[in-house]
Structures are given as structure tokens and as C-alpha cells.
């Protein structure tokens, strides 16, 4: 009989843990946790300063204050008395398809468009390297499809920040470690056609960091993995300061709760009591 | 400025609680669990035994025992130390689209089928008096879809049931209530075309929910809340029983997950340690 | 060896699945969701109207509004996407000693008081036939020691209902149907005791449903999975109506939420740069 | 009116995130998740190793493979359908006393005995300098006490490593970055008064990572806060990977599920049918 559970991940002996086959001892103080969630979602060991772009990816998803539903959402379920783990992931049960997920939509499509989309488990191939002109020619190509269809962008645009901080950082960590490649490229040529056509949409940092996954030949279908990872962090700050700062029970006031049902009305009869 | 808060389902005011406009302490001893569900889901109450009929569905959902990846889930949850909800909760997150969530897909396909379907939020129409032949062949025609697509037919087939138990009684009750209505014979009638063309493929319990909910004239977007709410009862059972009766940290040895991954290599040099 | 998976509660055999012994088909439509519940969590099937009581404290618990955190924390979550089991799971979540948990509080203080308390996983002895006086004193006892250590008592007082309307509700049904036994009893002499003090302290839902099960022979441990159940549809309805009625993302707006923290400061230099 | 919401984490306007004071887009690339980490939960960037040695604490947590409860129930989950974070969020509920929780336990007896316990919201003070003898004895003190309650103390011992290579590791990581200080020492002394005993007690990651969160004055209140982001990871890969290799609903089969319940039985008849 074959076992019910199998890995290719991470192996448990006694006295020894190997991720990948590395020893996580000799990993520890060796390798930074960007080097191996990198290790852990593509199988190997960054060669070049693949580890710390994903530190930096996971520094600008740490927190975005309350401004956000997961975080909101952890905060009232810690006040209802929840485990500081508990509460925290239910606001990572949040990051979902409109928070974060968009990076997900959009990974997809670039992937796809460069030709690099690769099956389920498997990494994307290497992106091509492509001319500027011919980058813009595929941006066209995507950007007249959605407004064809009227179809929104993913990674584009944001309710608070009209030029995202934090995606005008990664472009510059980017571009000076020798990883603003096709994907990230794309990602610009984009929003310049956007631009160009009178509908200018800034990238957020979902879009950024859905281009520089796919440069880092991630699969798309893990984008959303990296966020999780990140905002783990910050909902776990928010709900200790939700605890320690807070009386519980943080319940909205049934006065601030508009009602827009039907008014008060008796319950009809039935022969059948009880049923 | 409008409430950021709004909703049609309850109304909260000091000492009075109506749910849908009727006053929860009347329901409570006059109307049954399955009653208010059904007035919480399509926002009346019955005027039949349509609650009686969500009352047989909450107690046809109530556990599957241990052979459901929810209800496992829960008690491992519940083994590291989680309190009770939130064990429960953590199997609750399990029951989507591969485990319930065909009550879903079907309930759609049903709902087209028969011309019944709504936008979301609105209640599906009544489903039109359809002769028996007349059902046959809009089962005909689905059948013969998802055969030229090869896809599998949500709400078939059982990994333990070749009879579904639960199937057989909810046609039952059903059928003495009055409720044995175009949809459920629709997936009565898909069933027997499948086994016309030689793939008999049983009614499961998934599927005769989906009959009776989108008969019921409940949206198909809101099956899998019955089900949720129908096993919550098992998983609180199920939690509660782990932590009464068995150790803490319910875990897999290391020795029976077998470790599919690259052997032992040494971690490499880097020029930025740490990095 | 012995299985990794053992359980007293269901029994699952091809075309068969029992509830404690008695098979789910039969149950279905001839007992209530409320009866299965009670002997889920207790071992037997209620031999008078305990099922009835169970449906009665369901529908107390079913919903009240956002104007709880679990309610709020679900819609929140839902606004991200997350599939209609997964936010209210995240819901489920916030049931914890703040929201829901004082009737355990109480139904532990309870048992011990009327020496019915058992050990985990066994059910509570039938509680003693008492005379008046002798449940006002042992509730004099409980309100003195609690007043004594400044604690305040679980299960009496609401944010929003000065007499809940549940409590009321409860009350006469337990009466009405013989349930209304020392445990209830005990909870109300507690509450008279308050006010014989100068404190008079309403008995809320929390309160009267911890003297329900307790008369009914559950285990305190257990207690907040009935409010988990219940809840479980009014949170399935809030994540269904937020996800038709509402946009995604809905957050908190920035210029809403007050930042206590340290004002704008540069990131101070270090030798050791990316660490 | 204040504010329903107010937080001293982050402030995010337009344009602007700031960390604690701290620009985000400063952050990024320039301190590590390490130091952003230790900043979210302590307040402050590290002045030395601090977010080193948070990062070694992320990368020795970050997966132990299916050998754990939070693992093998994230990967059931996932089998259901439920999306990348929900089934994440599953595993990290487990996370509670029994799962990591030690870390937690062991802290406050640390920072208890050492005189460095804080309230809820303040950090711990800095530990006193203390001479070896007094360690050890401060450290025979909870051992003796710890035996004649017969009660085990947490953070040592393990299921499967007799050595936790990840103990060795972060102790040599520790002295080498003048980080192991009283704490940490007084863990060791601990184990070396269990084994002076004749109990040998090896200390365990848990026992370890109390020490340092406890050196690095953090309140014992946040301590499995660490251990949430740091599995985070390994979670997201192990969810990721059961829905690239492995076909949906793994559930136990029936026939290994050992039933220890009541055996077959009828339905008793009820002169109130469906109640």
C-alpha cells in the first residue's frame, strides 16, 4: 500500500529537517526567509538576488493599516476573544480574488502572453527577451482586448494611493538588481498604453509583484501565497494591539446599521406547530 | 453620509429582534430551525412543508463521520489546541467545490435548464409544469453535453454510496410533500439517461439537494450554505469528542509520508550571507 | 495496529450511515434537526421535548444583525472574494469567550453549583429536585463571592437589550414544556439575588441558554457549539447578501482610522544593509 | 465622535504608508522582513542582530512537513476546493497551545522568573545581568517546583528529534551574535537541572524561540505571533502543492475508521412526528 500522505517538499527524521534536501540548520543564519520561501515555492535556491526581491515583496505586504478588510475583519474576531492565530487567519481568509488576488489575474495574463505560462506545479519557462517596441506591441494587444470587452485590468489603480509608493519601489529594487525583465516590462508597457489611449491607470503593488514573480518563474497560481505571507505579519501585530488596546466585543452599534428589510409583521399561523 | 453598514435580513433595536419583519421571540417554539433557515435564505417563511423539507436536508448534512477531508481537518485543528469554533470553523472552510460544492454546480445547470435561473440575490421563478417526456429531454440534451465534453455531471456518484441512503429519503419526503417538483425530477431523469446510455451514475445526496433547494426557488449561489450549516452540527461534535478523548498534537508520524523531493545536497555558497 | 481515526458518533458503511446507532435515513423527516443536534452532542435521542428546546435556542441564535463582530468580521472577509463557507467560517471564528462564551462561564458555574458537573466528555448528573429557597441561597452564595472578588457574573446584561427578548422567550417555553428546571432556576435566582443587591442584572440570552443545557444534561465544554450552529445561518445569509448586494473591498477608509503611533521617521542607517 | 477604529501600527495616506513612523517604499530593499517584523511587534528597528535572529526564528518555523496537525489539516482542506489562503488559514488555526503554543507558556515562566514580565502592551524589561549559579538557580526552582506539581513543563521534549537540530542552530546563531543572553541561558540551565534529575529534557525550537523572543523583549503574549508567519509559509507550499499533485476530496476511507459508538438500532416512535 502506498503511504496516504506524500511531499516533495520537506523531509522529517529524527534530529533532521531538510527543505528541498537542504538542511534547515545549515539554512538558519546562513540564507534569509526571502532565500527560502523562494526554496519553498520554486524548489531551489535563489543564484542571484532572487531572495531578496522576495524579502522586498514581503516588507511592502507586511500592513496597510485597518484600510483593509482582512484587517478590519481579524481585529472584530479577535475582540469576540479568538486566539491571536485564530483571529489572524480570518483575515487571511480575506485575501482572496478582489483583495490581493487581482496580482493572481494578472500574473496569468502576463504569463500568457509571453508565452512562459507553464501546467499547474510546474515553473513558467524563462521569459524571452524581447524589444522594447515588441513588449509595447503586446501590451497594445491586451489593453485594446479589455477595453474591447470592457473588461478592468488587474494590478491597476488603487482607492487610497494614486501612485503606489510601493510599486515604484520594486521597480527600482527591480531595475538595479538586474530583475526588471519582460514580465515586470510588460507590466509598465501596459499602463503606458492605458496612458496612451486617455485611460491612465497607475500600477499597485499587486501588479508589480505579478510581474516580478512571473520574472522570478513563478507559477501564477501561487501569487497570492506571497501576500499571505506578508500580511501574516501585520494581521498578527493588529490583532495583539486589538487585544492589549482594546475592551472586546467590538460590535458596530445596531443604531449605525441601516435596515432595509420588511417592517414588523406578525407570524402567520400554521396547523402544523413547532414545524 | 449612508451607513457603512446596511442589510435586509435582521433588525436590531433595544429589547425586539425581528428577523425578515417577524419578531424572533414569536418564531422561537412556533417555527421550527428549518423554517427560519428558509425565511434567513429566500426571506419568507413557508406557507408548506417546504421547512419540514430544510429540516430533513440540515439532518441528511448533520456527519459523514470522519470520511470527509472537512470533518478530519477539524479534528486535527481541534488536537493542536484550537477552541471549538474555531476547529469547527477551520473544517467549515473545507466545504467547497470539491466537497458539497456540486450541490452548486448543479443546482446552475438546473436552474438553466429549466428557465428558472436569477441574477444574483433574486429568488429563481417558479419552475414551469413540464410533462414527463418534456423532462426527459431537456435531461437528454444535458446528458449528451457533458458526454461530447467528457466532463463529469455534478452531483452523481458517491466515493462510499453506490444507493445514496439519504438520496432515496429525501425523494421520499419529497414526494409526500408535495415537493417532488420539476427540478429534483430533472436530476432524476438525468440520472436515468445516464443509465440509458450505459453509465449509470447514482443521484448522490449532493444532488437531490440541489433538486429540492432550486424547487424550494432558492438561488443556486446559496446551496452550500445549507450544507455548512447542516454539518456545522457534526464538526462541533466531532471537535468536542477529539478533545475529550484523545491526545493533543494529532499529527502524521514522519515515517508514513513518503518524501518524494531531491536527496541531501549542501547548502551553497553565497557571496551575501544572510542574503 | 490501531486506526489513526476512531470515533463514537457516526458510522459510515457502503449504502449506510448511522447517527449513534440509529440510521440517518430514518431520522430524516421523522425527527427534527433540533432532536439529531441534542443527540449528537448528548448520545441519545430526547425521550420528551428537548429536540424542541434545541430548535427554539437555534432559532434564538440565529442571527442578530451586523451588530456583532463575527457578523461584521464575515461580511468584511466576504468582500475579498473569499467563497461563501470560508467568510463565514471566518465568522465562526469570533465565537469565542466574548461573543457566545459566557454561557460556558455560566454553565460551568452552574453545574458546579448544583453538583452536576462531570468530567470532560461525560454527561452531567440530573440535576436535584430543590426547593426554592435552597436555589436563592446557593445563588446568594455565587452573587456574594462574585460581588466579594469584584467579578463580574457571565450570562446577565446587554449592550443593546435591557430585557432580551430571547430570555423572556426561552423561559416560558421551558416552563410551557416541563424544562424549566433547578439550572434555569438557579440562573434567575442569581439574577434576583443581583437585584435584591442594588445590581440588578438582566439575564441574557447567553444566561438562559447555559440554564437550558445544563438542565438538559450537556456538558459545559459543549456549550458554544449550539451558538455556533445557529449562527452559522444567520452568517451564511450576511456572507450571501454582502456578496449580491455590495462591491468587494470593503474597507475601512483611511481618513477614518486614527494612527496613535510614532510620527514620520527615517529608517536609520546600518552597516549591514538588506539585514 | 472618535474614531471606530485607531491603530499605532501603520498610518496609510494617500501616497504614503509609514510603518511605525517608518516610509514603507524606505524599508523595502534597505531592512529585511526580519527587521520589519521585529518592528511591527517590538515598536522599533533593531539597533543590532535582532532581525537576524528573527529571521532565523522565520526560516527554522517555516515547514516541518506533513507531520504536523496545522499541515496535514491545511492539505484536507485544500482537497475540498477551498482556495490557497482559506485552506492556509485552516492550517494556522491549529496553531494554538498544544502547536507552538509552548513557546508561549515557557516565555511568561521566562520573563516571570527573570523579572522582565510586562502588562499585556508593554515590552518586557531587559534582562538583568545575571552570574551563572543564579541562572541555575532560578532554573532549579521551576524544576522542583514543576516536579512536585507532576506537571510538565513546556519547550522541551519532542515527538520525533531527541536533538532538535533547529535548538543547536539558533543557540550557536545566538552566542554568536551576542544575543544569548538570560533567557535563552536560563532555558538551557533548565534542561541541565532536568537532566541533573535524572529527567533528561532536551530543550525543543519552541523552548528555544521563547528564549530569544523573551531576550529580545518581547511580550510572551505574541510569541506564537512568529510562528504563524514563519509556518505561513510552509503552509501556502504544502496547499499549493496538494492542489497541483493530488486529485480532489481526500477523506479517510471508511473502512479505517474505527467506530466505537452504539450498534445498530431503530428510531424510537415520538407521538410528535418531525419534532
Redesign the interface.
Known amino acids: 500500500m502506498?503511504?496516504?500522505?506524500?511531499?516533495?517538499?520537506?523531509?522529517?527524521?529524527?534530529?533532521?529537517?531538510?527543505?528541498?534536501?537542504?538542511?534547515?540548520?545549515?539554512?538558519?543564519?546562513?540564507?534569509?526567509?526571502?532565500?527560502?520561501?523562494y526554496l519553498?515555492?520554486s524548489?531551489e535556491?535563489p543564484s542571484g538576488?532572487e531572495?531578496?526581491m522576495v524579502?522586498?515583496i514581503?516588507?511592502?505586504g507586511?500592513?496597510?493599516?485597518?484600510?483593509?478588510?482582512?484587517t478590519?475583519?481579524?481585529?472584530?474576531?479577535a475582540?469576540?476573544?479568538?486566539?491571536?492565530?485564530?483571529?489572524?487567519?480570518?483575515?487571511?481568509?480575506?485575501?482572496?480574488?478582489?483583495?490581493?488576488?487581482a496580482m493572481e489575474a494578472l500574473a496569468c495574463m502576463l504569463q500568457e502572453a509571453l508565452g512562459t505560462a507553464a501546467p499547474?506545479?510546474e515553473r513558467p519557462g524563462p521569459a524571452p527577451k524581447l524589444p522594447d517596441d515588441e513588449i509595447r506591441r503586446r501590451a497594445a494587444a491586451i489593453v485594446d482586448e479589455a477595453l474591447a470587452a470592457r473588461r478592468r485590468l488587474p494590478g491597476f489603480g488603487h482607492?487610497?494611493?494614486?501612485?503606489?509608493?510601493?510599486t515604484?519601489?520594486?521597480r527600482?529594487?527591480a531595475q538595479?538588481w538586474g530583475l526588471y525583465v519582460p514580465h515586470f516590462r510588460l507590466v509598465d508597457a501596459i499602463g503606458g498604453e492605458m496612458a496612451a489611449r486617455g485611460k491612465p491607470a497607475a500600477v499597485n503593488v499587486d501588479g508589480a509583484i505579478a510581474g516580478i514573480l512571473s520574472d522570478l518563474r513563478l507559477?501564477w497560481?501561487?501569487s497570492?501565497?506571497f501576500?499571505?505571507?506578508?500580511r501574516?505579519?501585520?494581521l498578527?501585530?493588529?490583532?495583539?494591539?486589538q487585544?492589549?488596546?482594546e475592551k472586546?466585543?467590538?460590535?458596530?452599534?445596531?443604531s449605525?446599521?441601516?435596515?432595509?428589510?420588511?417592517?414588523?409583521?406578525?407570524?402567520?399561523c400554521?396547523d402544523?406547530?413547532?414545524?
Open positions: 502506498t503511504s496516504f500522505w506524500s511531499t516533495a517538499l520537506t523531509q522529517v527524521r529524527p534530529n533532521e529537517i531538510r527543505v528541498r534536501g537542504y538542511d534547515v540548520a545549515e539554512l538558519m543564519g546562513s540564507r534569509s526567509f526571502g532565500d527560502v520561501v519553498l515555492m524548489g535556491l538576488r531572495g531578496a524579502e522586498a514581503l516588507v511592502a507586511a500592513d496597510h493599516s485597518v484600510a483593509a478588510p482582512s478590519a475583519a481579524a481585529r472584530l474576531v475582540s469576540g476573544g479568538a486566539p491571536l492565530q485564530a483571529a489572524a487567519a480570518a483575515g487571511i481568509i480575506a485575501l482572496d480574488a478582489h483583495h490581493g488576488g499547474p506545479g482607492p487610497v494611493h494614486k501612485r503606489d509608493p510601493r515604484e519601489r520594486l527600482v529594487l538595479e507559477d497560481r501561487i497570492r501565497g501576500y499571505v505571507i506578508a501574516a505579519a501585520g498578527v501585530a493588529h490583532v495583539y494591539e487585544s492589549v488596546r472586546p466585543f467590538k460590535a458596530p452599534s445596531w449605525e446599521i441601516e435596515y432595509l428589510g420588511p417592517g414588523p409583521r406578525p407570524v402567520p400554521t402544523e406547530p413547532g414545524r
